[in-house]
């Protein structure tokens, strides 16, 4: 198995860029997914391999990848999109996969 | 409409047996690989198993294997999770996941509202 790490908590204010990271060593060979959970919801996928955004998603939504650590953007933050984020990858064998412990996005 | 509907969610007790189902519509589900992903409460997500469409081979996490099973029947387009000899630890909302879909495989594209177990 593996971890991928993320911050417990990231705090911005409305109309301000968000960055939450994940690292862990498998991100350099395989991609990495994000998910948004609000409180008593489903996760929803908003950025699937490392950098696309599914269909419906906002634009302000992004993702990118540095070797080991991948990072997703909230850019212009809105209060709505104070929630969870989980970023999530799979072992090269897909065997396997493995979510970080989740970042909570509070918008001030 | 695409739509993942889990059931089967209950308390139990420590060492009991429970079986999870999930429906699935609006897609092919025989095509699709499936996955079952837990969150116990006020924690974060965990995966805990996978069956691609063919069910030919099944693959768990550490901490569920050799007690849980996963299993498919595609003429019911459900899915199941079989889980015995449960602990406290095993307490957590489970959530029914489709991968892949207009995705990637790798991608949990569609999410079930979930179903509680807890044990108690």
């Known amino acids: 198995s593996f971890d991928l790490t993320q911050p417990p908590s990231v705090s911005v204010s409305p109309g301000q860029t968000a960055r939450i990271t994940c690292s862990g060593d498998?991100?350099?060979?395989?991609?990495t997914y994000w998910y948004q959970q609000k409180p008593g919801q489903a996760p929803v996928m908003v950025i699937y391999?490392?950098?696309k955004r599914p269909s419906g998603i906002p634009e302000r939504f992004s993702g990118s990848s540095s070797g080991t650590i991948v990072t997703l953007t909230i850019s212009g933050v809105q209060a709505e999109d104070e929630a969870d984020y989980y970023c999530?990858?799979?072992?090269?064998?897909?065997?396997?996969?493995?979510f970080g412990g989740g970042t909570k996005l509070t918008v001030l | 409409q695409e739509q993942l509907v889990e059931s089967g969610g209950a308390v139990v007790q420590p060492g009991k047996s429970l079986k999870l189902s999930c429906v699935a519509s609006?897609?092919?589900?025989?095509?699709?690989?499936m996955h079952w992903v837990r969150q116990a409460p006020g924690k974060g997500l965990e995966w805990v198993a996978v069956?691609?469409?063919?069910?030919?081979?099944?693959y768990y996490s550490d901490s569920v294997k050799g007690r849980f099973s996963i299993s498919r029947d595609k003429s019911k387009k459900t899915l199941y999770l079989q889980m015995d000899n449960l602990g406290s630890e095993d307490t957590a909302r489970y959530y029914c996941?489709?991968?892949?879909?207009?995705?990637?495989?790798?991608?949990?594209?569609?999410w079930g509202q979930g179903t509680m177990v807890t044990v108690s």
């Open positions: 391999k490392d950098n």
């Open positions: 999530q990858s799979a072992d090269t064998r897909a065997t396997y996969w493995v």
């Open positions: 069956i691609p469409y063919d069910a030919t081979r099944r």
């Open positions: 609006g897609f092919t589900f025989s095509s699709i690989t």
């Open positions: 996941v489709r991968a892949g879909g207009d995705y990637p495989p790798h991608a949990f594209d569609m």
């Open positions: 498998a991100l350099s060979k395989q991609y």
